[in-house]
């Protein structure tokens, strides 16, 4: 039997070299890619909306938080391409507060200052012993456009002559008491007379509750500029009859003849301003400077007399 020779094995170990594959840089493109795609798709989707929409949105996106729990105005014509938030559940017990808009700081620092100043107005009412005697008469509210202060007629105590703008020496001294206070503020003052129902003999075609109601408002803003107010104050005066009665129900009532002075805030102010403002008008203003040319005279030869030379 032959002898085998013993079979030899040799394992050897074989060095895997881990090549290593950086392709995280491909997903990192991938990323900015699809930024970058869905960025041009938002320019793309934006450039087609009106711009009436955008504004409407931007408006909405200011303050989305307070529109939600305060509510937006209410008074839009639906056309708006976000509706507004639901009417509030919070009870708001100033009006300035309960409007649904955005506010910059300066309005809010503007109701601080109006605020401010209605206490100041009450404290000078029960304090001076002029104005103390007529605190029946003098009402202080808040309004949307700002501090209102009213003066009230009284049956046995008139502001004003039956049926004149003549100012009573009461309410001179009710006047001239409050001008110097207004200078205190920036703020200028919107100034309407209103009287009851009765109407003159003559009725509206000559001297009417819309003359008197002027002329009253125009007589307390020289009382108020006597007493020391700037004249620069006034931002308009307003003859209204009696179409704001204080009582609905007596529209001949004594106390619907009063004077309101309102304290304006910066947001009715800006409002005024747009409403008188020219340059939203599509009237050319030069056209309306231009002379107008006269008629042409018409010279007669009278005989006699030489014949002019033309």
Known sequence: MNKQEPRIVIRRKRSHVSVKHNDSWKIAYADFVTAMMAFFLVMWLVALVPQKDLQEMAEY????????????????????????????IIPNPSPIASRGDAR?????????????????LETLIETDPILQQFRPQ??????????????????????F???SAQVQSYMRDILRQLGPTFNRLPNPLSISGHTDSI????????YSNWELSADRANAAR?????????????????????SVSLIKDNPAAAVNR???????????ERRIDEQN??????????ELLAPIPGPALQLHHIPGLPVPIR
Do not use: C, H, W
């Not at 910059?104 to 100041?120: F, I, P, Q, S, Y």
């Not at 003098?138 to 046995?156: A, E, H, S, V, Y």
């Not at 109407?199 to 000559?206: F, M, N, T, V």
């Not at 009063?258 to 009715?268: G, K, P, T």
């Open 138 to 159: 003098l009402l202080l509210d808040m309004t949307p456009d700002g501090l209102r202060i009213q003066i009230i007629d009284k049956q046995n105590r008139p502001m």
């Open 161 to 163: 002559a039956t049926g």
């Open 199 to 206: 109407q003159y003999a003559s009725g509206e075609r000559d």
């Open 277 to 286: 403002a020219s340059g939203d008008s599509n009237v050319d203003v030069q």
């Open 258 to 268: 009063r004077i309101s002075i309102v304290v304006l805030n910066q947001r009715a």
């Open 222 to 242: 020289r009382e108020l500029v006597a007493g020391g107010m700037g004249e620069s104050k006034v931002k308009r005066v307003l003859g209204l009859s009696s």
């Open 104 to 120: 910059t700081e300066g309005d809010l620092r503007d109701v601080e200052r109006l605020e401010n100043l209605k206490a100041e």
């Open 61 to 88: 996106f200011r303050m989305p938080l307070m529109t939600a729990v305060k509510g937006g105005p209410k008074n839009d014509t639906g056309s708006s391409v976000i509706p507004s938030g639901n009417p509030s």
